[in-house]
């Protein structure tokens, strides 16, 4: 996600380094219990009209006749994501950031023609993303430049002075997911609100790694809230196949259950880990 990157940035901005490692050994466990869980909840509560067909296998075997055999520049394809992933996991090893080993893998693509210009230029989302990116990063800089950031913490922090750390911990937690019913996109949430809320966490006790990585969590989790929750979400919902009203109340069962994963079994997984 083009969120999650951000996220980072505001950490080091704080001093907290996170690498590709934190971040995955952090989330496994209680991403593959969700992986596992979410279908079966989602099949519960908006269980499918069509549940079986003779004719998808058959379908499937067509298309996959009609593709042919593996061509050259999936292969290259293939290689370029599997050298992007080994140089976001390692790196910093070789003082690469995140960023130049994007524009190398994006950079490959376009010299040996996977890809070409006009690809970029076509690819709407892509700059719909960058654009808003840029725009929300300056944005959340000045408002914390002109204090805002500093003033609401400090207004959240008074009112939590009498709290234990643990209570202040899922408190703001609670308020922080939640509070994604009113953004339309999670790189909007953490712009204009893992700044304070870091600050936040990090006031109410919690590490600076365990708070940056639980507030990036729940900047991911909270995405499927609403139907415009996220930037694909409209493309989804689009469809015509679900109702507002469904939506909602899915995103809200499913949000509960996810807290539950993250925050009991997460928790205990972190714990493990000396996270906290």
């Not at 070789?94 to 893998?105: H, K, R, W």
């Not at 139907?227 to 499913?254: C, E, N």
């Amino acid at each position: 996600m083009a969120a999650n990157p951000l996220a980072i940035k505001f950490a080091a901005s704080a001093g907290i380094a996170i690498s590709w490692t934190d971040w995955a050994l952090a989330a496994i466990v209680p991403g593959i219990i969700s992986l596992a869980v979410m279908p079966l909840v989602v099949y519960y509560l908006y269980p499918p009209a069509i549940r079986y067909s003779n004719s998808a296998p058959q379908i499937a075997r067509e298309k996959l006749d009609a593709m042919g055999k593996i061509s050259l520049q999936e292969i290259i394809m293939m290689a370029v994501f599997v050298i992007l992933i080994a140089l976001w996991i390692n790196g910093s090893k070789f003082g690469l950031s995140p960023t130049t080993v994007a524009l190398m893998g994006l950079s490959i693509l376009l010299v040996t023609k996977v890809i070409n210009f006009e690809d970029n230029l076509a690819d709407k989302g892509a700059w719909h993303t960058f654009i808003w990116f840029g725009t929300l990063v300056m944005l959340s800089d000045f408002l914390s430049k002109f204090g805002l950031m500093t003033w609401i913490g400090g207004k959240l922090q008074f009112l939590f002075m009498s709290s234990s750390p643990i209570n202040s911990l899922i408190i703001l937690s609670l308020i922080y997911f939640y509070i994604h019913y009113l953004f339309a996109s999670t790189t909007a949430h953490i712009s204009v609100l893992l700044p304070t809320f870091l600050v936040l966490f990090i006031n109410a006790g919690v590490p600076g790694l365990m708070a940056t990585l639980i507030l990036s969590f729940l900047s991911t989790l909270s995405a499927g809230l609403t139907h415009f929750g996220l930037s694909s979400t409209p493309i989804f919902f689009g469809a015509g196949y679900m109702r507002t009203k469904d939506w909602w109340y899915i995103g809200l069962v499913t949000s509960i259950i996810y807290l539950l994963i993250w925050g009991g079994i997460g928790g205990m997984w972190w714990k493990l880990l000396n996270l906290w």
